[in-house]
């Protein structure tokens, strides 16, 4: 989860000059314009007290103030001019998508050299830190509405004629009320230009291995022999997202459509309610490849085991141990839970079914979502009594992280930190070089006593380690004993 924004008292609060509401500012090419949101707002209205919060390979992210209130500040990595433009392509969309659960941009600072991204602060940060950070544990029926509000922002973006390309848990923030708010459109395209792309009309002349089945693109652009095969250019521009939320056509060099985000959604799903990250749980038949988070299990076994296989991760009712409609399970859940765990499994398998065709859309899965939720409630009803660590009733319990997890965390580093401070060791019981009591006498060669002097010393070694040793020595002598433990 990000921190905390920083403090009033280092937060920067000003207008933004030159710029009057109403007034239609754009970014420097001119090809992004609104009215509502300034695209050149000036770096020292929200540069100052900046903190980073998130540093990936694409962009990172800060918290701070402007216009006196807590905002998340986007700056994206540009070192090309392909990837500048892919910076207004993500301008244009978050000016053309205003829904609920999306993440709204305040402002941009949209100018050379560099570029910026204003948002909301989103004060509990995204799903993915929550579940797998801070231990966060909703009951269903506040996962099934989390659900729902993700489907839902989704649903409008196809409406829009856009695919997101890269759902998944981290991409998922919420706010102080726990509603979702879908972010980072970095690597989005609108639908038609998927479709009408070079890339989509060549490869759909290919079967599912990758070989030709028709030529009839190739033989009209003229193209003879191999010439005509596409380049690595897929990856670039195609191959985006994270891999275990890709789909099998995409892995299998296919553009993404609307199913490929239905996909995605499914195995989020999956991980929200499971609690594990996809396929960490998964085991291959594949001599020391056990799970996918093994060193010999890479990326290409994976998209392997995914695309032709069919491998996913483990859905709900699986983890709970709960069987085809029978009363056996792992954990002791109520009726709800239960039917909940069993009915989010079955859409889960439908939206990440190989075919995407088969996929229901986002407004089939919010009915789906609607349905699940009716069912776990009226399960609810029909129970009088409250079993024992239940919540009273089946509405939404966020169960916000506690300051145990966060405390703990805190006191595991101080306690690492205490071990490299200098400290006085406790006053020996006995003088230094006088035996415990009961400590038989060294009898050297020359059939006289001498008093015993203990040493103890701890021996690493590159590779094997030797016996624990005890050296015995001998005062005003070089005389010594040592013994082997």
């Known amino acids: 989860m990000a921190p905390p924004p920083p403090d009033e008292a280092s937060a920067v609060n000003v207008g933004v000059a030159g710029l009057v509401p109403g007034v239609e500012s754009a970014c420097f090419r001119a090809c992004c314009k609104s009215r509502v949101v300034p695209l050149a707002v000036p770096k020292s209205a929200f540069v100052s007290g900046l903190q980073k919060i998130h540093d990936g390979p694409a962009s990172a992210v800060f918290s701070g103030r402007f216009r006196g209130m807590a905002v998340a500040v986007k700056k994206p990595k540009l070192p090309t001019k392909e990837s500048i433009d892919r910076y207004h392509v993500e301008l244009t969309l978050m000016l053309d998508l205003q829904h609920d659960n999306i993440l709204q941009l305040l402002a941009a600072h ?68 726990f509603d979702a708010k879908v972010c980072d459109f970095g690597v989005a395209e609108s639908h038609e230009s998927l479709t009408n792309s070079l890339q989509n009309m060549v490869y759909s002349e290919e079967d599912a291995e990758g070989k030709t089945v028709a030529g009839r693109l190739i033989a009209k652009m003229g193209t003879t022999g191999g010439g005509g095969n596409p380049s690595g250019g897929f990856q670039k521009q195609h191959m985006v997202g994270t891999l275990p939320y890709m789909p099998p056509e995409v892995l299998m060099r296919r553009v993404s459509t609307y199913a490929a985000d239905v996909y995605a959604f499914a195995v989020t799903a999956c991980e929200l309610a499971t609690r594990i990250k996809p396929y960490a749980d998964r085991e291959r038949n594949v001599a ?77 899965v919010r009915e789906s979502i609607e349905t ?32 145990t997890a966060v405390d703990a965390g805190a006191a595991s580093i101080a306690a690492c930190a205490k071990l490299f401070e200098t400290g006085d060791w406790p006053a020996p019981v006995l003088a230094p070089g006088i035996a415990p009591e009961g400590w038989p006498a060294v009898i050297t060669a020359a059939g006289s006593e001498k008093e015993t002097q203990f040493q103890t010393g701890v021996f690493s070694t590159c590779g094997a380690r030797g016996a624990d040793k005890v050296r015995v020595a001998f005062p005003n002598s070089n005389d010594c004993l040592t013994i082997q433990c």
């Open 110 to 177: 949209a100018q050379p050299p560099e570029y910026f991204l204003i948002f909301p602060f989103q004060d509990n940060g995204s799903a993915h830190d929550l579940v797998h950070s801070y231990g966060w544990r909703p009951n269903w029926c506040a996962l099934l509405l989390l659900l729902d509000q993700t489907a839902s922002a989704l649903e409008y973006v196809h409406q829009r004629g856009y695919v997101h390309r890269d759902v998944k848990p981290s991409n998922i923030l919420l706010d102080g009320n």
């Open 288 to 364: 020391l490849a056990h799970t996918v988070l093994d060193m010999s299990y890479n990326e290409s076994d994976l998209q392997v085991a995914i695309a032709s296989e069919g491998l996913r991760p483990s859905t709900p009712a699986e983890v709970l141990g709960l069987g085809q409609g029978e009363k056996t399970c792992l954990l002791e859940i109520d009726d709800a839970d239960r039917t909940a765990a069993n009915g989010l499994s079955r859409l889960i398998n439908q939206s990440w079914c190989v075919d995407p065709k088969q996929r229901p859309s986002f407004g089939s």
């Open 372 to 403: 699940i939720a009716r069912d776990g409630a009226n399960k609810t009803n029909e129970t009088n009594e409250t079993p024992s660590g239940q919540i009273d009733g089946w509405v939404p319990v966020w169960s916000a992280p506690t300051r």
